[in-house]
């Protein structure tokens, strides 16, 4: 039984939806303790307890602590099952955070899945579905499995109500190597808005334009019209050779759209002018997906708490080595290689 303190490192709900996919994958049993202690509502919120019990239901685990605001966890898998499988948060939390917790699970699994989730699909600090979709999904299908989302309706904070369907082909995964991007093939803005002023998205892509220097054929409205509630996001893609990157921002109530606009242009042209192929928020998620591979490597931006998070946490379930080495103040090489 492993003993993981949930406080160390970013003590977020990170560390407990990594820990749950290895043990599924590696089939090794945990206890978690002080559960998102570095957080302001500490334990088990909503979405972090639906994504235990998504995990317990797709590796038949035995529970102790499953319960709202519960500190510690001892989670215990017995058998990886495929299946048809239905998860909803039930408020706005992350759906895309519960697949991510099952999904490198369901990719060693014998036979196909098809997953129905419910929940948020596009809010604050969680990879919005059109993440997923674009930057995500496409780097893991070339390592092997094919994986297929398709979104039903979204759901914005704080309101919720989205829902997409995800079709899992499992296959070994393969080394990726990710050294350059390559040439920008296409620059997209996109201002998701629903049931909000046409004039707030018309001001994030005029700031975005300013900003990054994007013509008015890259940058466009898209209205939502089956949306649970209000919600806006302002989405910048990067569609280059080797890779394509997502950045997103979201409209917040009393903050004016230009500030919106400007904070995810900034984080645009920070990876823009590094040169890299591997965003900080692709960073964490690709390395999970090349240690169970044993072997891969990238180019990125300076590690960020969470990626530093990751790297404690694998420690814990797989025999890897991960090095980060400088290659510039700005650029970081990421290899992965089994022990």
């Known amino acids: 039984m492993i ?47 639906t994504a235990v019990k998504a995990a317990a239901a797709v590796g038949d685990a035995e529970l102790e602590g499953a319960e709202l605001h519960s500190k510690e966890l001892t989670f215990r898998p017995r058998s990886l099952k495929a299946g048809e499988y239905h998860f909803a948060v039930g408020t706005a939390g992350s759906a895309t955070l519960v ?5 490198p699970a369901l990719l060693k699994a014998s036979e196909p899945s098809m997953l129905v989730l419910e929940g948020g699909t596009h809010n604050p600090a969680a990879p919005p579905f059109d ?25 914005f904070f ?13 296959a070994p995964l393969k080394p990726l190597h990710l050294p350059e991007r ?9 201002a998701l808005i629903a049931q909000v002023p046409y004039e707030v998205a018309k001001r994030e892509l005029e700031t975005v334009g300013r900003k990054l220097g994007w ?31 997502v950045f997103t921002a979201f409209g917040e109530r009393g903050v004016r759209a230009e500030a919106i606009a400007e904070s995810v242009a900034e984080e645009a042209r920070v990876y823009l002018e590094a040169g890299v192929p591997v965003g900080e928020h692709l960073c964490d998620q690709l390395m999970l997906l090349l240690a169970l591979a044993r072997g891969g ?32 103040p700005q650029v970081r090489e990421v290899e992965v290689r089994g022990a």
Do not use: W
Request: charged letters at 25%; proline letters at 6%; a positive charge.
């Open 131 to 155: 993440f997923l979709t674009k930057a995500y999904l496409p780097l893991l299908r070339r390592m092997g499995p094919s994986v297929e989302a398709t979104l039903e309706r979204p759901g």
């Open 3 to 49: 003993r993981i303190d949930g406080s160390k490192g970013e003590g977020g709900g990170q560390v407990l939806r990594t820990s749950l996919a290895l043990s599924l994958v590696t089939g090794t049993p945990f206890q978690m303790v002080n559960i998102r202690a570095g957080r302001s509502k500490p334990g088990l919120l909503r979405q972090h307890l």
């Open 158 to 170: 704080p309101a919720g109500g989205g829902k997409f369907l995800v079709s899992v082909e499992p």
């Open 182 to 190: 390559g040439k920008v093939l296409r620059r997209q803005a996109t």
């Open 99 to 103: 697949l991510q917790t099952v999904l």
């Open 215 to 245: 013509f008015q054929e890259e940058r466009k409205v898209e209205e939502v019209k089956n949306s649970a509630g209000p919600g806006n996001a302002l989405t910048l893609e990067v569609e280059c050779e080797h890779v394509t990157e």
């Open 297 to 328: 490597s990238f180019r990125t931006l300076p590690l960020d708490g969470h990626a530093q998070t990751q790297l404690e946490t694998f420690a814990h379930f797989l025999d890897v080595k991960v090095s980060v080495s400088e290659v510039s």
